[in-house]
């Protein structure tokens, strides 16, 4: 049993992807409002500039830098999103699968000063499955993954090597429209509403700020609600 369904039966958490400088903001954010959430991190492309293009507008994708990790992600958690950013759908050699996933957790483990436990599958479209679900539950030492999948509930799911989130942030409109439902429920069993996105997404539109942090202040703050990091709710 979770702990925390000891004393609640609604538990709100976020997960965020690619290590990228705009967490920082994130977090300030997260904090201001006491929420948690797990970030997930490609551990060897840490410290490296990117830049990506989202209609003709220039983004920043640079990343945290590895010293940074334990320091920026303090009070949150730190996760695994595999060495490099691949579809692991696509890496036909097992071994391969398996390096990408339990190096990554191995290197952010040492970085973040605690053994690393979960993680979230990279890459859009068909990005996990069961063939690397298994590898991942049988020769690692992660104990949750997350896909891309929003499922729009908050019930319960058995499977945590291929868990559905309920809600993408970029869909502001749905994300406040089941906030309002979650914070309305009565509920006799666990329920979860589980956020997800990148934050550098967050840069694609002047309001996005604005609108996460309208979010943050519908969510936050209820006495019958337990926030944690995906580590704090799911296991």
Same mark, same amino acid.
């Given at each position: ?18 290590? =990228? %400088?705009? /967490?920082?903001?994130?977090?300030? *954010? ?14 060897? *492309? ?11 507008? &220039? #983004?920043?994708?640079?990343? =945290?830098?590895? +010293?940074?990790?334990?320091? @920026? ?14 579809? *692991?759908?696509?890496?036909? /050699? ?6 990408? @996933?339990?190096?990554? +957790? ?8 605690? $053994? ?12 996990? /499955?069961? +063939? =690397? ?8 030492? #992660? ?5 891309? %999948? ?5 019930? &319960?799911? %058995?499977?945590?090597? +291929?868990?559905? &989130?309920? =809600? ?8 406040? $429209?089941?906030?309002?439902?979650? #914070? ?10 589980? #956020? ?6 967050? /840069? ?8 996460? $942090? $309208? ?21």
């Amino acid at each position: 049993m979770m702990e925390w369904t000891k004393n609640k039966m609604k538990a709100v958490t976020f997960s965020y992807d690619d290590g =990228v %400088t705009q /967490d920082i903001r994130f977090i300030n *954010l997260l904090n201001k409002y006491e929420l948690k959430c797990t970030f997930n991190l490609n551990s060897e *492309l840490l410290g490296k500039p990117n830049m990506l293009s989202r209609d003709g507008m &220039p #983004i920043s994708h640079y990343k =945290v830098h590895p +010293r940074d990790v334990a320091k @920026v992600y303090a009070g949150h958690e730190v996760a695994a999103h595999t060495l490099t950013h691949p579809n *692991l759908t696509q890496i036909t /050699d097992d071994s391969e699968v398996i390096r990408q @996933v339990e190096q990554d +957790r191995l290197n952010l483990s040492e970085m973040a000063g605690y $053994e690393v436990i979960g993680m979230a599958y990279p890459c859009g479209g068909v990005n996990n /499955d069961e +063939r =690397v679900a298994k590898l991942i539950c049988e020769n690692t030492g #992660i104990k949750y993954a997350r896909t891309i %999948t929003s499922s729009h509930s908050f019930s &319960p799911q %058995t499977n945590l090597y +291929r868990f559905n &989130p309920t =809600v993408y942030s970029l869909h502001h409109e749905k994300m406040m $429209e089941l906030g309002e439902q979650f #914070i309305n429920l009565k509920p006799d069993t666990s329920q979860i509403f589980y #956020i997800w996105g990148h934050t550098y997404e967050m /840069d694609f539109a002047s309001d996005n700020w604005v609108k996460m $942090e $309208e979010f943050f202040k519908l969510i936050s703050g209820h006495d019958d609600i337990f926030y944690g990091t995906n580590k704090d709710v799911l296991l």
